[in-house]
């Protein structure tokens, strides 16, 4: 006899009972095995591992594992329940459905899960699969004793997951107060690796910003808009619809070389984004000014005659220090 709370069992399905029924597996072993009138346990087979309730000594398998292993599944492992740094295991898939008239796909959680993680409806939870994770709120299904949550289709599309297929699932509760996913599309998240986008020493802007995404002003993250105009001309918009859309017209590759680099952390560094302006230079040296100015019209033809400048002060300042502008962007 082992103490099931603390120890582990390997099962050989072919030794003990186990019946396919209304596409589950019902497995009993004899007590001379092991006594468990009522544990949750895992379930593992083959690198997966799922949550079980086990009475009298027996136990049903999820539909996933018929999906996963057929008629092959020989032997299984029970082990106690624990987390990994909070999180728990099971073997679950998703279901492609619309919420807010938008598509999007469903994660069910069963009320084992549900009860291990003390879920109320609306808790935000944190899901892992294909080692990457993204959040989402909880809601009771409709006439049925388990969750479901739901996710943006872009995110699916994204880590390349299918529907009604069985995946190895890790999911925790979050402390989070609002659910966001803007992680996803971070360089990292969406493989955009740097040099993906160069050959020959030149940096394709056209298929960068195609794999990339820009924040609008409610959070929201989306496309860019962008099109090719000529052999090295792209059109983009910079702000989603509406009246104030606006368009810029610049080169779709260039030159990549120390200016580029140091351009980069200036607008990233010095520079303010908006949606009502590209980027905008405050506070900076007019040299600082005249050299990004010069970068964009050398190397994307970026006239300097299409920006705008503003010399603004500060109404606390009693005495501004005089600058000679002349010359310096002009």
């Not at 040296?285 to 920006?307: A, D």
């Amino acid at each position: 006899m082992i103490n099931d709370l603390l120890s582990s069992i390997e099962l050989d399905l072919n030794k003990y009972s186990r019946v396919y029924s209304k596409g589950v597996w019902s497995v009993v072993f004899p007590v001379a095995i092991c006594r468990i009138k009522k544990s949750l346990m895992y379930v593992e087979a083959n690198g997966y591992k799922h949550p079980v309730m086990i009475a009298n000594n027996h136990f049903t398998l999820p539909i996933e594992f018929k999906k996963i292993f057929g008629n092959s599944l020989e032997k299984v492992v029970l082990t106690p329940i624990f987390s990994e740094d909070g999180f728990y295991y099971f073997v679950g898939s998703f279901i492609r459905g619309s919420r807010d008239k938008k598509e999007s796909y469903g994660l069910t959680i069963d009320k084992k899960i549900r009860n291990i993680l003390k879920l109320k409806e609306k808790d935000i939870i944190e899901v892992q699969v294909r080692n990457n994770i993204f959040y989402t709120r909880v809601w009771w299904r409709t006439g049925k004793n388990s969750m479901v949550s739901f996710f943006p289709g872009k995110i699916f599309k994204m880590l390349n997951l299918k529907p009604h297929t069985p995946y190895q699932i890790k999911i925790k509760k979050s402390e989070k107060s609002f659910v966001s996913n803007d992680h996803f599309y971070s360089v990292d998240k969406t493989n955009l690796e740097f040099e993906k986008f160069v050959r020959n020493k030149r940096f394709n802007l056209f298929e960068f910003l195609r794999s990339s995404y820009a924040r609008t002003e409610g959070g929201k993250l989306r496309k860019f808009k962008i099109r090719k105009v000529g052999k090295n001309k792209i059109l983009v918009n910079y702000l989603s619809g509406g009246p104030a859309s606006k368009e810029i017209e610049i080169k779709s590759t260039f030159r990549l070389d120390p200016n580029f680099f140091r351009v980069m952390g200036l607008l990233q560094a010095e520079c303010s984004k908006s949606l009502k302006k590209t980027f905008c230079f405050t506070s900076e040296t007019p040299e600082n000014i005249k050299y990004v100015i010069e970068w964009f019209e050398k190397y994307l033809n970026f006239s300097r005659n299409s920006w705008l400048y503003e010399l603004v002060f500060d109404s606390r300042i009693k005495n501004p220090e005089r600058i000679n502008l002349s010359g310096l962007i002009f």
